[in-house]
């Protein structure tokens, strides 16, 4: 067996441990779900030996009629017992496998939204996606499958051989075990061979179903480039070895499904010839024959099934193997064990000797230091890549600093937990991704159990009531998948009421006005005044006609702060802000646009 291989059926044994502790919860019906297995067996199995009683005295010219009634009697109640009693062991079981089912899902969502930002940032939605699908179909199919159907049969042929082997010769006996025993192996050895093709088709399934969500989130980037044949090819160049694998597997299969039948096919006739060499030399009746005949048709089933079933749960622990490894990725930024709750109404933050680099290699941030007083503004600008937006996402604790601290009123973040930090920011991003819902729920989702009159306040502070009130379906209106169906300034619109809902201690601006209009911008700059009015407030802007009244304005460059000051101040040294500026007015300027007195009234005024 290959390491790989030996590597596979380990994980598959883990996955099996994994999901113990999911089961046994339920206990009480596990164990009353295998009393009503283990006894519509028993009633099964004493389904031929009723036959062959009636069969008997049936063949006996002087039987009195009561007896061949007691015995069909019993036999249609033992083939009532065994219906019914599986019908009872499947309705007690159903909670425990959807159970099982909905607490892995559960498990599993649950983590990946404890995973830190790098995971997602790195993943493919489309294969982690259809990872979850079949990982939690292969545990259904597990529990249902293998629980009562593997264990069932193998007790039926325990108790089957038990039966032969107490009332005929051994022959029989060794002739069903050696039939079983070569099913079994044979189905093993192919099954074996098969699930390296079926791994195969798993990961061309997941890698074509990953480009094909990617192409459809990216539609319109698609459709600007003329694209659509290059996707369908990539889809397809997939689809293509996805092809050729399971052509392999079905062949594989007709292969294991031949091999069986002539195992089947063998051992019956096997069985038969000594059944009818015992009846010629009269150590047998046509009972006998009968039972006999009807305990290796009444295994054939089970056990052609469980052959399928053996095979399904290969595939079921491949599939459910592939889940639980995302259980298994780390998180990358976790909360201290003696983390503190943080609470606080107007802290200070401080960004103390950062150093940070995204991949270990290009570094972002270089030994910066800033400070924003409680209830102050401090405004960040620079050029593109010099680590503005870096510092929401460290103060977020999306990633942890690589050398300095980020303190929050002296504590480090790292030793708050990530909830209640978080529970203390909120962000207007520059772009805002909502989700496929309505207008009311993507701006409810800053504070779930707001009233709908504090909704409606905080659409109307962002400047939303107008544009909702045109809508034939008001906040019901569906904004479709990352809210495209509303316009770039819609969209941060949206942004801007769902920090105002939140109301939270520290506010950051990123680029929050960046895709309004003029006229809008002033309005919502006046609500974004009045919110950060007594609040701690990071600004990170490129207009600078937006920071203007900031209590402090820091220019970064590389990662590093190469000016800071008040706005006069920094216009008055001449250095890089105010060639900053003067290019941006120049700007303005040339489009026509409203321009000095006028210009800088486009500004924050704060409280």
Same mark, same amino acid.
């Given at each position: ?112 939204? =404890?995973? @830190? ?116 090819? =990539? ?178 973040? =790292? ?22 819902? @309505? ?78 209009? @003029? ?23 490129? =207009? ?64």
């Amino acid at each position: 067996m290959l390491a790989s291989e030996q590597d596979e059926n380990r994980a598959g044994r883990s996955a099996l441990w994994m999901l113990f502790p999911l089961i046994w919860r339920f206990k009480g019906r596990v164990l009353l779900a295998m009393a009503c297995m283990m006894l519509g067996k028993a009633a099964a199995v004493s389904v031929p030996l009723y036959l062959k009683d009636a069969v008997d005295r049936l063949s006996m010219p002087a039987t009195a009629l009561v007896v061949p009634v007691l015995a069909l009697t019993g036999y249609g109640l033992a083939r009532l017992l065994s219906g019914v009693l599986g019908e009872l062991r499947d309705a007690v079981f159903a909670r425990v496998i959807q159970g099982a089912v909905r607490q892995a899902a559960l498990d599993v969502f649950r983590h990946l939204l =404890r995973l @830190s930002l790098r995971f997602h940032l790195e993943r493919q939605t489309g294969g982690v996606s259809r990872d979850i699908e079949r990982g939690t179909k292969g545990i259904g199919f597990l529990l249902n499958f293998a629980v009562f159907n593997i264990l069932p049969t193998l007790l039926e042929i325990g108790m089957v051989t038990a039966i032969l082997l107490q009332r005929y010769a051994w022959a029989f006996a060794a002739v069903t075990l050696a039939t079983m025993a070569s099913y079994i192996v044979y189905t093993l050895l192919v099954t074996e061979w098969r699930s390296g093709y079926r791994r195969r088709m798993n990961e061309l399934d997941s890698q074509a179903n990953a480009k094909a969500i990617d192409a459809l989130l990216n539609y319109e980037t698609v459709k600007y480039f003329g694209n659509e044949a290059h996707e369908a090819a =990539r889809y397809d160049r997939n689809l293509a070895a996805w092809e050729a694998s399971a052509i392999k597997n079905q062949v594989a299969l007709s292969l294991l499904n031949a091999g069986q039948a002539a195992i089947i096919a063998c051992g019956i006739s096997w069985i038969m010839v000594l059944a009818a060499q015992g009846v010629v030399a009269g150590s047998m009746t046509v009972g006998d024959v009968v039972l006999v005949a009807t305990f290796i048709t009444q295994l054939y089933g089970p056990l052609t099934f469980l052959g399928f079933v053996y095979r399904e749960v290969k595939h079921a622990l491949i599939d459910i193997e592939r889940m639980f490894k995302l259980l298994g990725v780390r998180a990358e930024v976790m909360d201290a064990p003696d983390a503190q709750a943080l609470s606080a109404s107007c802290p200070a933050v401080r960004f103390e000797a950062l150093s940070f680099a995204y991949d270990g290699q290009r570094p972002i941030l270089s030994g910066l230091s800033l400070e924003i007083p409680g209830g102050k503004t401090l405004a960040v600008v620079g050029p593109s890549g010099a680590g503005k937006s870096t510092l929401s996402r460290l103060l977020f604790r999306f990633y942890d600093v690589g050398q300095g601290a980020i303190l929050i009123d002296g504590v480090d973040i =790292r030793g708050l937990s990530q909830d209640t930090l978080r529970a203390h920011i909120g962000i207007v991003p520059q772009e805002a991704v909502l989700f496929n819902d @309505s207008l009311y729920h993507n701006i409810a989702y800053a504070k779930p159990g707001a009233c709908r009159e504090e909704v409606i306040a905080a659409a109307t502070a962002a400047h939303l009531r107008d544009f909702v009130a045109a809508l034939p379906d008001g906040f019901d209106t569906q904004v479709g998948e990352r809210g495209l169906k509303l316009s770039g300034g819609e969209k941060q619109r949206v942004a801007i009421a769902r920090a105002l809902l939140k109301n939270p201690p520290i506010l950051i601006f990123d680029e929050a006005t960046s895709s309004l209009d @003029s006229r809008t911008e002033q309005a919502i700059q006046r609500a974004l005044a009045e919110a950060s009015a007594n609040r701690t407030t990071l600004i990170i802007a490129h =207009r600078l006609s937006t920071i203007v009244d900031a209590d402090e304005i820091a220019v970064l460059d590389e990662g590093r702060v190469v000016e800071r000051g008040r706005h006069a101040d920094l216009l008055a040294q001449g250095g890089r802000y105010a060639e900053m500026w003067r290019l941006q007015r120049a700007d303005v300027e040339t489009a026509g646009a409203p321009t000095d007195k006028a210009w800088q009234s486009w500004t924050v005024v704060q409280g």
